[in-house]
Nanobody
Framework: QVQLVESGGDSVQAGGSLRLSCTPSLVTYSRYCMAWFRQAPGQEREGVASIETDGSTSYADSVKGRVTISHDNAKNKNTLYLQMNSLKPDDTAMYYC?????????????????????WGRGTQVTVSS
């Protein structure tokens, strides 16, 4: 069973920045679609950003221009990152690292949480005004 461990969540003021990290317990995989989802209390889960094997990325409209997803392909590392800048109170949520380690992403994958077999436990991001 693959485990995903997130870190980097924190409480910050509006306008601040955070970098979330996600480390999978399985370090060897040749094809992947990895992403970040978030869920605020009382709200639906939302796909934030995705990245696939060739480095192609996609972003939710709500975060475009403020967020960058990246994947460190270094041997024995394979860490997923989410750099978040110009944070807003609306970004407050639990952020989850998710992964499909067999297939690349596809257009619209951020609305299909079922596609991701592996989920981390989440890291909390709180943005105050």
């Amino acid at each position: 069973q693959v485990q995903l461990v997130e870190s980097g969540g924190d409480s910050v003021q509006a306008g601040g920045s955070l970098r979330l990290s996600c480390t999978p317990s399985l370090v060897t995989y040749s094809r992947y679609c990895m992403a970040w989802f978030r869920q605020a209390p009382g709200q639906e889960r939302e796909g934030v950003a995705s990245i696939e094997t060739d480095g192609s990325t996609s972003y939710a409209d709500s975060v475009k221009g403020r967020v960058t997803i990246s994947h460190d392909n270094a041997k024995n590392k394979n860490t997923l990152y989410l750099q978040m800048n110009s944070l807003k109170p609306d970004d407050t949520a639990m952020y989850y690292c998710v992964a499909n380690l067999r297939y690349d992403c596809y257009s619209g994958v951020l609305v299909d949480s079922w596609f991701f077999a592996y989920w981390g436990r989440g890291t909390q991001v709180t943005v105050s005004s």
